[in-house]
């Protein structure tokens, strides 16, 4: 504790005596740098204004609260705003193509174009809400990330759809599932080489989103011929 905070409380204490412990600490805890050093100025004698203080410690106890709330709220609305953004993308790309195969091709452009705007407004809510890391931390969250949905997430995917008889998500489900545990894997590989200066080649699998190091002869997951990959 400083000697401007040791101040504060030795006024309080003179004021109010000793018994009033937490409101000491309330207010060393609750005044900010300005008027701790302002309260140097305060006059320590019997006169001291007990219900100026504790008013100012309420407004103050309360700003902080609204605060905290508000930048909870703005952090919970910009994740928020992040996956409907990201959701947005992919069902623009989706429609997108639809719009290409009936030969729509203003629209097909239009959505295009939507997605890639729906893009660039979830990655500036991400980058906002503080959630890019450095590499390593992030290749952790990656881990994390497909490692919750092959062990967690899909499984109970999958036992769902198999429960309903939906054959159609049921491979679908399955086919990530595996493509998954892959990723999870490499991101682990990349992790542990992440200063490997050697260039790496990744090819994915256009169906199932399997990724090999080295093009098979067919994808592992799906059966897909190895020349479908597409390098990175
Ligand atoms: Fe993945
Ligand atoms: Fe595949």
Same mark, same amino acid.
């Given at each position: 504790?400083?000697?401007?905070?040791?101040?504060?409380?030795?006024?309080?204490?003179?004021?109010?005596?000793?018994?009033?412990?937490?409101?000491?600490?309330?207010?060393?805890?609750?005044?900010?740098?300005?008027?701790?050093?302002?309260?140097?100025?305060?006059?320590?004698?019997? $006169?001291?204004?007990? %219900? !100026?203080? +504790?008013?100012?410690?309420?407004?103050? &106890?309360?700003? @902080? *609260?609204?605060?905290?709330?508000?930048?909870?709220?703005?952090?919970?609305?910009?994740?928020?705003?992040?996956?409907?953004?990201?959701?947005?993308?992919?069902?623009?790309?989706?429609?997108?193509?639809?719009?290409?195969?009936?030969?729509?091709?203003?629209?097909?452009?239009?959505?295009?174009?939507?997605?890639?705007?729906?893009?660039?407004?979830?990655?500036?809510?991400?980058?906002?809400?503080?959630?890019?890391?450095?590499?390593?931390?992030?290749?952790?969250? $990656?881990?994390?990330? %497909? !490692?919750? +949905?092959?062990?967690?997430?899909?499984? &109970?995917?999958? @036992? *769902?759809?198999?429960?309903?008889?939906?054959?159609?998500?049921?491979?679908?489900?399955?086919?990530?599932?595996?493509?998954?545990?892959?990723?999870?894997?490499?991101?682990?590989?990349?992790?542990?080489?992440?200063?490997?200066?050697?260039?790496?080649?990744?090819?994915?699998?256009?169906?199932?989103?399997?990724?090999?190091?080295?093009?098979?002869?067919?994808?592992?997951?799906?059966?897909?011929?190895?020349?479908?990959?597409?390098?990175?």
């Amino acid at each position: 504790m400083n000697f401007l905070n040791l101040t504060m409380v030795n006024v309080y204490n003179h004021t109010f005596g000793s018994n009033r412990k937490s409101k000491q600490k309330k207010i060393v805890a609750g005044l900010p740098g300005i008027l701790v050093a302002a309260s140097v100025l305060l006059p320590d004698h019997e $006169g001291f204004p007990k %219900e !100026t203080v +504790e008013k100012l410690i309420e407004l103050l &106890d309360n700003n @902080k *609260e609204d605060a905290n709330m508000s930048e909870n709220k703005t952090l919970k609305n910009l994740m928020a705003a992040f996956a409907g953004e990201a959701e947005a993308n992919r069902k623009y790309t989706a429609y997108a193509k639809k719009a290409a195969q009936e030969g729509k091709l203003n629209a097909a452009k239009l959505f295009r174009a939507a997605a890639d705007a729906e893009t660039l407004h979830a990655l500036k809510h991400f980058e906002v809400a503080g959630k890019i890391g450095s590499t390593a931390d992030n290749l952790k969250d $990656g881990i994390k990330g %497909e !490692t919750y +949905e092959y062990k967690e997430m899909y499984p &109970d995917f999958v @036992k *769902e759809a198999e429960a309903e008889g939906n054959k159609a998500a049921l491979m679908s489900f399955k086919f990530a599932m595996k493509a998954e545990e892959v990723h999870a894997g490499l991101y682990k590989d990349a992790l542990e080489n992440i200063d490997q200066t050697e260039e790496v080649f990744y090819y994915l699998c256009p169906v199932c989103g399997n990724i090999e190091k080295v093009r098979p002869d067919k994808c592992r997951i799906c059966g897909v011929p190895g020349e479908r990959f597409i390098k990175y």
